[in-house]
């Protein structure tokens, strides 16, 4: 049967928490990883759970619960969505991610997730498209982020049309920056595509025939807004979208 335990313990139970809670995000960033810390908040958070509801009445377990979500974790979301994010993204560590997600969702805190997603997004396809070096591999490289952020959304941020719109808005962000370039090295990809079979592509690690090439690439194409002054190969290429 659960304890009567007053207002008053519950206040100093509570402080302590903090103090101790305080220390634990520093110490566990500087001795183990993101990962490792996550895994620790769902597993502290279970067990505070399961202690709430075995020994607290309904009415004193709210405010032990919140001094445990704070101190684990809403004190710290700037850290917890800053570099180690964009590590856990780079990496595509799909289990942590989904692990944040869900931790900054008992918070409330998805829109500093959202924010560090999209901003992750600008900064990777910002750096595909100012890359003169690697000009060819711009098609692929687009394509290949867009697979690897859209499994992201869908498996580990749950679909979430907050952090969807951010990702279309992303992509249309970086891609219309040069908006022109990217379409002209579309519909020279297209063409390859068209002429050669996937192989010629560079993409059968994602997609597994030249139809689903050429969708994905049509997808790409649909956030641009190219100007009035476009390229044969270009004007070409729109009219492929426009008969598909």
Known sequence: MPFNISDTSIHIQSEFHIIVFKKTLAIFLQE????????????????????????????????????????????????????????????DQIIDLTRLYKLCSRIGALQPLCNSFKNHIRKCGASIMSDEGREQEL???????????????????????????????????????KANKAAEMLAKYMD?????????????????????????????????QVSKKITPCVAAFTLIVIRA
């Not at 068209?194 to 025939?209: E, M, P, V, Y």
């Open 32 to 91: 183990l990883s993101i990962s490792a810390y996550l895994e620790h908040c769902e597993k502290r958070l279970t067990q505070e759970y399961s202690r709430a509801d075995n020994y607290l009445q309904l009415s004193t377990r709210h405010p032990l619960i919140v001094t445990v979500e704070s101190g684990l974790l809403e004190k710290h979301v700037g850290i917890l969505v800053g570099p180690d994010f964009e590590k856990l993204l780079l990496e």
């Open 139 to 177: 098609v692929i490289n687009v394509l290949r982020l867009k697979s690897r952020m859209k499994k992201i959304l869908e498996e580990a941020f749950q679909n979430n049309s907050s952090f969807s719109n951010s990702l279309k808005d992303s992509f249309e962000q970086f891609l219309n920056q």
């Open 192 to 224: 390859t595509a068209l002429k050669s079979g996937n192989k010629a592509t560079g993409l059968n690690d994602i997609h597994q025939d030249t139809e689903s090439a050429i969708d994905a690439a049509m997808m790409i194409f649909r956030y641009i």
